[in-house]
């Protein structure tokens, strides 16, 4: 009885351990290891602002779980430009949930996400941004992630989500050679043009498609308009062109 205790003891112990951590072979079959493999990588960058008063707050509910459930980002950025990390750069953090982009669905299962000490009413502080910037550095080098795959989480979930807000500086991160902006000369887009269709070639979800024209503004126009703009042809068609030289986003 005593030794069935002990034995109960280290099965409990087994157990225990067996939620901390994940094994890296499966016990249900024999390992012959190949080298043939890679860790699954990120392909795109998904920046949010945290809504919250404080980093700390935001460090928080990231390590914990907000009012819809369990959260998490890779990276937080304070507003003093600290950087924290949260969840490794190879594992799926749960910051984007619903979302979608040029045509790739779940982005957490294939993104970075990136949050922003900032509560959606006021301008980004400059040492958060050059933080920012050098981050996206080292990550596009080090992941090898395309440099024009950075997007908001408004972007990809636009029917559900509205940050970064309409103060957030894409242009300057453009500037930096991060994410797309329209060039400083817009061309006349031909005869024919559909801005719907180039709103999706851009990466844009059109299920509900006023929501990713609201999106589109809110990154690209600095407002949250639901109708079509003057400029707005002229913009899209820019950006559309330059996708053109650039590779498409990898697939799953
Ligand atoms: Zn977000």
Known sequence: MKRLSGVVAILMLV????????????????????????????????????????????????????????????????DDGRRYQLVADDARAWHAGSSRWSGIGDLNSYSIGIELDNDGREPFSEPQIQSLLVLLADLTGRLGIQPHLVVGHGDVAPTLKDDPSVWFPWQRLAQAGFGLWPREVLGTPPVGFDPWLALRVVGYDLRDPEAALVAFHRHFRGNEARTWQPGDAEILHDLQLQLMDMPAVPGP
């Open 15 to 78: 157990l225990i351990a067996g939620c901390t951590s994940t094994p890296v072979r499966n016990p249900l079959a024999q390992w012959h290891g190949s080298p043939n493999h890679e860790p699954r990588r990120a392909r795109i960058i998904v920046l949010h602002h945290t809504a919250m008063d404080s980093a700390e707050g935001a460090l928080r509910t990231l390590q914990t779980r907000n009012a819809g459930g369990p959260v998490s980002s890779h990276y937080l950025i304070g």
